[in-house]
């Protein structure tokens, strides 16, 4: 509506304007241009008290959760919503009719920096999809409790339904759990299932872009409603935290990842540490997905962290355990001594200067710290890809060398490798049907340049390379005796990847294909050329 009012009055002011060559100047309200295309604020707030299926028992506070919830959000002095909408009712909270609330929600949300919420109170439950894989389930209002893979709704569709938003602020909260226990239900074929497994079961599941996914309870552990609190527990202390009480750095304004800390704490405090809520975000940089509030200022410097690889590590400042990972911690401006521990176990231990406003991704701060150099000894082969080359020119071949690779180039993923390798032996040409014997010398050396792949246990490497091949013939015939040496500079791939042993020590793949231009016998000849190896390689 807003932009229409702006386009409403440019035009009035166009059509009073004298028809002159020149610019129309329109008088505006500092703000009023902004204000119409600013980001919006929606929220879908769904709870699945009952089904139809009365196996499915009842939520006692499924519908309170879903009211307080709304009330925080429409608060013009909190949430600030442009539009909250709840789904209640049975006929609202099918499986269809929520897929297609969730369309709806993307005709009206149409802008990137829309902010969306979409929260789910209801039971949970798991079973085989089509593909046999264990899939989550949300019990929605037709779900059957005999086939929920056929009537159920699978988290994994709503995540892709909400994924195709075109806002890139989302914030998917799942107020159900998927343990057996709490507000969750299994089939008897799966409770035995999970029973004879030796560790909990992970099913394989796909997350949007851009989003944030928050979940009552962590995989294999129950979500509660308490009589106390009269509540679903995690989503008690979500309202809590979007009425102020989660601002973690003083800025005024409660983002999705500060509320959830919030929440996350309150929640493992009040169950005694049997509820841990869990947090899928993914490429969340500076949080800008505020669900309450207003920045009115700059806060207190934040340290946090979402890594998977850093879960369960505690935070530390200045020697004081301020959070448990994933999560977060504010403190005052000034210089800080960090540490991330695990048990005994310290990963980082550096004297930071943080300023107001600064916001630290730990894991950002452990991969500064981690090893980017790699050194390494290598052993492998090489080999011309047509047979007429390998016949006439020179077979296949061993090699050995080193390499030296830089990673996390100019502060992104580039990687660049140095690499140089050679060998020698004798072998036999087939020219004319008859076998001549002759020995060889070959080297090369390049330059590789590519993009490199980060995970836990190691990495992989794709990009470009340019390498230079000098190969020399020795020849002693009884009616010929020289030598015969060609150089040729080749382009073409570097494609790799490596295995981490340890902090220092490193176990590495390399494979080029190259394209070499040599001169046999006085004519050029292109020749596919490929090389291999195995490297062992120290980081520093």
Known sequence: MSRFILIACLALACAHAPLEKGAVVVQLRQGQADGAFAGRRFALLVAVAEAKDDRWRALRFANKDVEDLARVLRDPQGGRYDRVTTLTQPAQTTRSALLEAVRALGAEATRADDIVVLYVSAHGTLARDGRGELERYLVTADADFTAPSQTALAVSELQRAFAALPSKRRV????????????????????????????????????????????????????????????????????????????????????????????????????????????????????????????????????????????????????????????????????????????????????????????????????????????????????????????????????????????????TGLAAQLDGSGFGGGATLSLGGAPIPFTWVAAQGGVSVGWQWRWRAGSAWAGARVAGLWVQRSFSLEGYSGRQAAFSMMPGAWLGGAVHLSRHWELSLNLEPMLSLLTVDGAPRAMGFLSGWAAMGYRF
């Open 172 to 411: 998917l909260v799942l107020a159900t759990c998927h343990s057996g226990g709490g507000k969750s239900l299994l089939s008897d074929e799966v409770s035995k299932e999970l029973a004879s497994l030796k560790g909990p079961v992970r099913p394989l599941e796909e997350a949007s872009r851009a989003a944030i996914t928050l979940s009552a309870a962590d995989f294999g552990e129950p979500a509660r409603e308490d009589e106390g609190l009269q509540n679903d527990v995690y989503t008690h202390f979500l309202v809590e935290a979007l009425s102020g009480l989660g601002d973690r750095n003083g800025d005024g304004a409660v983002t999705a990842t500060e509320a959830h800390d919030h929440a996350r704490r309150k929640t493992w405090a009040f169950s005694n540490g049997r509820q841990r809520p869990s947090a899928e975000v993914l490429e969340v940089g500076a949080d800008p997905i505020v669900l309450a509030g207003a920045l009115r200022r700059e806060g207190r410097p934040e340290l946090f962290s979402y890594a998977q690889r850093l879960d369960g590590f505690a935070l530390k400042i200045d020697g004081e355990e301020r959070a448990s990972l994933p999560g977060g911690a504010a403190v005052t401006p000034g210089r800080h001594l960090v540490e991330l521990t695990k048990g005994a176990d310290l990963l980082v231990r550096e004297e930071l200067s943080l300023e107001v406003g600064q916001r630290l991704d730990l894991d950002e701060l452990v991969a500064r710290q981690e090893p980017d150099t790699a050194v390494s000894v290598l052993a492998g082969g090489f080999v011309f890809i047509d047979e007429k080359s390998r016949a006439e020119v020179l077979p296949g071949g061993p090699t050995v060398g080193a390499s030296l690779r830089f990673e996390r180039l100019f502060g």
